[in-house]
């Protein structure tokens, strides 16, 4: 099996298997969803003195700023992923499907399979 287990992950829930591979998959999918700039932004973000940014203000500054920017670049991009992972997540074997229930961990082919169907549902 591919990943660990999504934090605060419940055993068995009555959803469909579509749902808790979406949410098995996040925390990966967002990691590939994310700009390569976002990280260097979010660094040179908190690296300058709040103070000395907002006019010497408590608070704010360009951090906040920073990751805001890297989270709206990476939401969207993760949005693409919802109709690729539904698509795989019917894909899923018997045995598969208990141990996503049961554990919160998809197969090792999973992802790939979805950046296919992504690649895919993208051309159309």
Do not use: C
């Amino acid at each position: 099996m591919a990943l660990a287990r999504p934090k605060n992950w419940v055993p068995n829930r009555p959803v469909q298997d579509s749902r808790l591979a979406w949410e098995a998959a996040i925390p990966e999918l967002a990691r590939r969803s994310r700009k390569w700039w976002t990280a260097p932004l979010r660094i040179a973000g908190a690296a300058v003195p709040n103070r000395r940014v907002n006019g010497g203000l408590d608070g704010g500054g360009s951090t906040g700023f920073a990751r805001e920017i890297g989270q709206d670049a990476s939401s969207g991009r993760l949005k693409d992923y919802a109709i690729p992972v539904d698509a795989v997540a019917e894909r899923l074997s018997p045995d598969e499907r208990k141990t996503l229930r049961a554990e919160g961990v998809l197969p090792d082919w999973f992802f790939d399979a979805v950046e296919e169907q992504r690649r895919a549902h993208r051309k159309r």
